[in-house]
């Protein structure tokens, strides 16, 4: 099997916690992606349902790929 080259790399840690966002006096609650300590991306619920949708099916895809 190839490993592909940014296997070699470090990988950095993802999490995700429930998070309001607050711009120009609006509130937008929401998913909050950090790496790290840093906010990298602010998902609305239907956002991050969206992308759990994709995540799941990627995964059901390689173990599909693996039988």
């Known amino acids: 099997m ?6 070699k790399e470090p990988r950095f840690t993802l999490r995700a916690a429930p998070r ?5 006096g609006t509130h937008t609650p929401g998913i909050g992606v950090f790496s790290d300590l840093y906010l990298v991306q602010h998902l609305t619920q239907s ?3 969206a992308l759990a949708d994709q995540l799941v099916d ?3 895809q390689i173990e599909q790929e693996e039988n």
């Open 47 to 49: 956002e991050a349902l």
């Open 2 to 7: 190839k490993v592909p080259v940014f296997a």
């Open 20 to 24: 309001v966002f607050k711009k120009a």
């Open 58 to 60: 990627a995964a059901e």
